[in-house]
């Protein structure tokens, strides 16, 4: 069965200070690994897709990476406007994907 | 570009009543059309799917029944809404990729109260 765990469930940071969120996960066979970011009493939007290991993304403050075995998400340099809740999904052996329950950051001014 | 629509954005509704909530989609056809539930501070919980029109998956047993009457519109329905029916609706819809089974694109939510 596929399993996603993400960690920290919630994350305090100050404005400029950098950190990691960390989506953990067990699949037999991973077609794909997603991230999204859920602002409050809104649908999550997409982020990336990663489907192998050592694969990286960016966009702007954020940057997913890819193992065997978990997927970062790491902010360099958050501001406010980041703070949301980030979601990780995982495509594999199951018909539709597995969503982990998310971290919520927030970011200090 | 693509656009899905979802309504209403908020509801409050008595239990044992009815329950009607609806998605569209544009600029996309045969969409795949999903309905998820999301309880405070859980992850997504998948209720039903659909690949075409008048094909329904259901994903948990419950009171809750979908429709696709159009091809990029999905109905989300009960008869007579529980307690515990209340919880952060999201419609989404996605084209078959041939990398990763899913890439979801989600509309704004339906929070929904039972009172």
């Known amino acids: 069965e596929d399993q996603v765990t993400q960690s920290p469930e919630a994350l305090r940071l100050q404005e400029g200070e950098s950190s990691s969120l960390n989506c953990s996960y067990t699949?037999?066979?991973?077609?794909?690994l997603f991230w999204y970011r859920q602002d409050p009493g809104k649908g999550p939007e997409f982020l990336f897709t990663l489907y192998s290991a050592g694969e990286e993304k960016e966009k702007e403050r954020l940057k997913a990476t890819l193992t065997k075995k978990e997927s970062f998400l790491h902010i360099t340099a958050p501001k406010p406007e980041d703070s949301a809740t980030y979601l990780c999904a995982l495509s594999g052996s199951a018909r539709q994907l597995t969503f982990g329950s998310g971290t919520q950051l927030t970011v200090l001014p | 570009s693509q656009t899905i629509h979802q309504w209403p954005a908020t509801l409050v509704q008595p239990v044992g009543s009815p329950l009607s909530l609806e998605c569209t989609v544009e600029?996309?056809?045969?969409?795949?059309l999903y309905w998820y539930r999301q309880a405070a501070g859980r992850g997504l919980q998948l209720l039903f799917y659909?690949?075409?029109?008048?094909?329904i998956s259901s994903e948990v047993p419950q009171n809750l029944s979908a429709s696709r009457p159009q091809d990029r519109q999905f109905i989300l329905s009960s008869k007579k809404l529980l307690l515990s029916d209340s919880g952060f609706y999201l419609c989404a819809w996605s084209t078959i990729n041939r990398r990763a089974r899913e890439k979801l694109f989600f509309g704004s939510g339906t929070q929904l109260s039972v009172l």
């Open positions: 600029g996309t056809s045969n969409p795949n």
């Open positions: 699949v037999s066979g991973l077609r794909g």
């Open positions: 659909s690949v075409g029109i008048g094909q």
